[in-house]
C-alpha cells in the first residue's frame, strides 16, 4: 500500500485544480505545534519546513473551534492579522476544514491558501470539507489497520479463527481503501463510473455493474453507467429510466435498505428484471447510496450464476457505496463550480459590455468632429480652475460634460455640487447657494450650510443659469470675483474654494440684449465656453449611440437583444431629434421593452415622430421644438407629470418642461 502521504499529496492536488489555488496542505496538530503532513505548491520559506508553531498558524483558529475557518483577507482580520504568515509568508486568503474524528477530537486541517484576497464560496467550501473527508477516511483507515496489526501481534495466542477473522477485516479495510482511492480523485462522470467499476471487479466479481442516479427534476431513476459483458447494442443502454413506483432503485429509495435477490425469476419482479434477464443475469445486488440522509441512486452487480451474492457482499457494497458517494459529491460539487464559473465568466464579459457602454457615453459617445471638437475643449480647460460655460440645447448632455471635466480636474477626488437654477422657487434660491442663519427668515429653524459652502475645494455646477433671476445674479457676481460668501441673515463673510461651471440652454447674448441676464455675470462666466452641438449636427454619431443605449437598457431589464439593422439605422438618421440625444435615449429604451424575440421594435417608436419632423421641413428649431411637444401632450391627454406624463416621456423634470411651455406659448386648450 501507498503511505498516506501520497494520499494527502493526491488530494491536495486535486484541491488546488479545483478551487484554482496556488497551495493546498494537510496539516496535524501535535501539543504547541503543527506538522505538514503534505503540501503542494507551498513556495519558500514554508515549503523548507515541515513544523511550525501552533500559535503562528491559521491552523489553531479551526483547531480550537472544531468549525471551518474563512479568511478573505487577512491584512484586515484582527484574528490573524499579525500572523507570521500574513506578515512574512504573504498568505492573504485562507480557508481551512478541521480534521476531526467521530469522537470530537480534531487532529488538525485541510486548507488552501492564496497569495492575493479571496471571497469563498459555498460550493468551494463543500469542496474543501469532501476533500477532508476523505483524509480523514485515510486516517480513520490507517489507524484501524494499525490497530489491527497491534492486536493480532498481541493476541497470537488466540485460537487461529479469530486471527482470520482480524485479517478479513483488515483486507476489507485495504479493499475500500483501494475503492476510495481510486474514485475520489474522478470528477467527469464518464472517468468516475469506469474508476467504479474497475475497483468494483477487483472487490466483488460481476458480470454486470451499473451507477443509478436519482433525477428528482423528472421524477425517474436514470441509467449513468453500464460495465461488464453486455449485448451491443444494449438492452439496458446509457440514459435509460426507471420509473419510481415499481422498480428496484424506487423499492430502495423508499426503504433505505439494500435489495439482494439470489434468483431473478423468483419473488418480487421488478421493472428492470425481464430486462436483466434478457442480458443473461440471474442474480442481483444492489444498494443505496446515500447523501445526507436522501437517497441519490443505487449501485448494483449483476451474474449469470444463481445465488452469486451473499449478506457479506452486501455489507462490503455498501461500504463502498460510502466511498461513491462521496466521489459523485464531489463530481456534482465539481460540475457546480465549473458551472458556475462559465456563467461568472459570461456575466462578467456581459458586465465588460455594459460597463463599457456606460463609461463610453459618461465620457461623451462619438466621433463626428463636432463631438471630437468638444471633447478637445473637455482636455484642454479640465486641469485648469478656469470658470467654463457649457452651452446647447435640452437634452444634449450638458451634465456630462460638466461630469467629464470634473473627473479629468485636480479637484475630481472633491464633491461635484449640482444647483438646479430653474428648478427652485426664486424665493429659497438664495439660501440654497449661499445658506442661512437660524431665524434669518420664517421657517429658518436651524442654521444652513449653502451649496457653495458645500462644494469647498470642488466642483459648483450651476444648471440652467439662464433662469436665475435678477436680483441672485448680482450676489453671484460678487462670490465669483471674491470667492466668499455671507448666509441669509448672517454677518460674517466665509472665503470659499470653488470651481464654478455654469451650463445653459439660453441664448444669453440675446439675454443680456433684452436685460433679463447681467452682462457682466455673463462674461465672468464665459471665461471658456463649450457649445455642445445638437445630435442634428451629428448624426453620424446616432448608430453608435443607439448601440450602446440599446445595451444599457437591454442588461438593466435582462432581456437579451440582437444588432440593429442597416434599415433601422437609417430610419434613426433620417430623423430630426428636437429632443436630441435624450430623445434618442427615450426611444431605445422604449424600444429594448417593445423588444421581442432579439429584434428591437423601433417603428412604434419613432413612426409618430418621423413623420412630424418629415412634416415640419423648413420651420425653425422653435417650432419643430413647439410641435413636438403638443403632439406629446396631445397623446397624453395633457398630462404633464407622473409616470405616464409627456415630462416622462421627454426625459425632461416637470418644472422644466413646464419653463418650456411657457416660453414657447403652448397651454392646454379649454
Not at 107 to 132: Q, S, Y
Request: charged share 25%.
Amino acid at each position: 500500500d501507498s503511505p498516506p502521504e501520497e494520499v494527502f499529496d493526491r488530494l491536495t492536488r486535486l484541491a488546488t485544480r479545483v478551487l484554482r489555488v496556488p497551495a493546498a496542505l494537510v496539516s496535524l496538530v501535535d501539543g504547541k505545534r503543527q506538522f505538514f503532513k503534505s503540501f503542494f505548491g507551498l513556495p519558500e520559506p514554508w515549503a523548507s519546513q515541515r513544523q511550525t508553531p501552533l500559535t503562528h498558524s491559521f491552523c489553531k483558529h479551526a483547531v480550537a473551534s472544531g468549525e471551518p475557518f474563512v479568511v478573505s483577507d487577512a491584512r484586515l482580520n484582527p484574528l490573524v492579522r499579525d500572523n507570521l504568515a500574513v506578515s512574512e509568508m504573504g498568505v492573504i486568503a485562507y480557508a481551512g476544514i478541521p480534521l476531526t474524528t467521530a469522537g470530537g477530537h480534531t487532529l488538525g486541517t485541510f486548507c488552501v491558501v492564496d497569495a492575493k484576497p479571496r471571497d469563498w464560496t459555498e460550493e468551494e467550501i463543500e469542496v474543501l470539507r469532501c476533500l477532508a473527508a476523505s483524509v480523514m477516511t485515510e486516517i480513520g483507515t490507517r489507524r484501524l489497520a494499525e490497530e489491527l496489526k497491534s492486536l493480532s501481534t498481541d493476541l497470537q495466542h488466540l485460537v487461529d479463527a479469530r486471527t482470520s477473522q482480524l485479517s478479513r477485516a483488515e483486507e476489507r479495510w485495504r479493499l475500500l481503501l483501494r475503492v476510495n482511492n481510486a474514485v475520489v480523485t474522478c470528477l467527469d462522470r464518464e472517468t468516475l463510473f469506469k474508476a467504479i467499476a474497475d475497483a468494483l471487479r477487483d472487490v466483488i466479481p460481476f458480470d454486470r455493474a451499473a451507477l443509478v442516479l436519482d433525477d428528482p427534476a423528472e421524477g425517474v431513476f436514470k441509467v449513468m453507467g453500464v460495465a461488464g459483458s453486455v449485448p451491443s447494442p444494449p438492452i439496458i443502454p446509457l440514459g435509460t429510466t426507471w420509473p419510481r413506483q415499481g422498480s428496484r432503485s424506487g423499492w430502495i429509495a423508499d426503504s433505505g435498505l439494500p435489495l439482494l435477490t439470489p434468483d431473478l425469476r423468483e419473488g418480487t419482479r421488478f421493472f428492470e428484471h425481464e430486462a436483466l434477464l434478457r442480458e443473461g443475469i440471474h442474480s442481483a445486488l444492489s444498494v443505496p447510496l446515500s447523501a445526507k440522509g436522501a437517497v441519490i441512486g443505487t449501485l448494483n452487480v449483476g451474474s449469470r450464476e444463481v445465488g452469486r451474492y451473499a449478506e457479506q457482499d452486501c455489507e462490503l457494497l455498501l461500504a463502498i457505496a460510502d466511498q461513491v458517494v462521496f466521489a459523485i459529491q464531489n463530481m456534482f460539487a465539481y460540475e457546480e463550480i465549473g458551472s458556475l464559473k462559465s456563467r461568472l465568466e459570461q456575466e462578467n464579459l456581459y458586465l465588460k459590455e455594459e460597463w463599457r457602454a456606460e463609461a463610453a457615453f459618461a465620457d461623451v459617445v462619438g466621433e463626428s468632429p463636432a463631438i471630437q471638437k468638444v471633447l478637445e475643449s473637455i482636455r484642454m480647460v479640465a486641469g485648469t480652475d478656469s470658470t467654463v460655460l457649457v452651452t446647447g440645447e435640452t437634452g444634449t448632455g450638458k451634465e456630462l460634460v460638466v461630469r467629464a471635466i470634473h473627473g479629468l480636474s485636480g479637484r475630481k477626488d472633491k464633491i461635484l455640487v449640482k444647483v438646479n437654477c430653474a428648478a427652485l422657487p426664486s424665493g429659497v434660491i438664495e439660501s440654497e447657494l449661499f445658506g442661512h442663519e437660524k431665524g434669518a427668515f420664517t421657517g429658518a429653524l436651524a442654521r444652513r450650510v449653502g451649496r457653495f459652502e458645500l462644494a469647498h475645494g470642488g466642483t459648483l455646477f450651476l444648471d440652467e443659469v439662464g433662469d436665475l433671476p435678477l436680483e441672485l445674479q448680482a450676489k453671484l457676481l460678487r462670490v465669483l470675483q471674491e470667492g466668499e460668501v455671507e448666509r441669509v441673515g448672517g454677518a460674517r463673510t466665509q472665503k470659499v474654494d470653488v470651481r464654478v461651471i455654469a451650463a445653459t440652454n439660453v441664448d444669453l447674448k440675446n439675454a443680456v440684449e433684452e436685460g433679463r441676464f447681467r452682462a457682466d455675470l455673463f462674461y465672468r462666466l464665459n471665461v471658456f465656453p463649450i457649445a455642445i452641438p445638437p445630435l442634428r449636427e451629428r448624426l453620424e454619431d446616432v448608430p453608435r449611440l443607439a448601440r450602446h443605449f440599446a445595451l444599457i437598457y437591454a442588461s438593466k431589464i435582462g432581456k437579451p437583444i440582437g444588432g440593429i439593422s442597416e434599415e433601422e439605422l437609417s430610419q434613426l438618421m433620417a430623423y430630426a431629434w428636437p429632443g436630441n440625444v435624450r430623445e434618442l435615449q427615450n426611444v431605445m429604451q422604449r424600444a429594448v421593452i417593445r423588444s421581442t424575440n432579439r429584434r428591437l421594435e423601433l417603428e412604434d417608436s419613432l413612426a409618430a415622430p418621423i413623420v412630424g419632423a418629415r412634416a415640419k421641413a423648413g420651420l425653425s428649431l422653435e417650432e419643430v421644438e413647439r410641435d413636438h411637444i403638443l403632439s406629446v401632450l396631445e397623446s397624453v391627454g395633457w398630462r404633464v407629470s407622473g409616470e405616464k406624463g409627456a415630462a416622462k416621456i421627454l426625459g425632461l423634470k416637470r418644472t422644466t418642461l413646464e419653463a418650456r411651455m411657457s416660453k414657447l406659448g403652448i397651454s392646454r386648450p379649454s
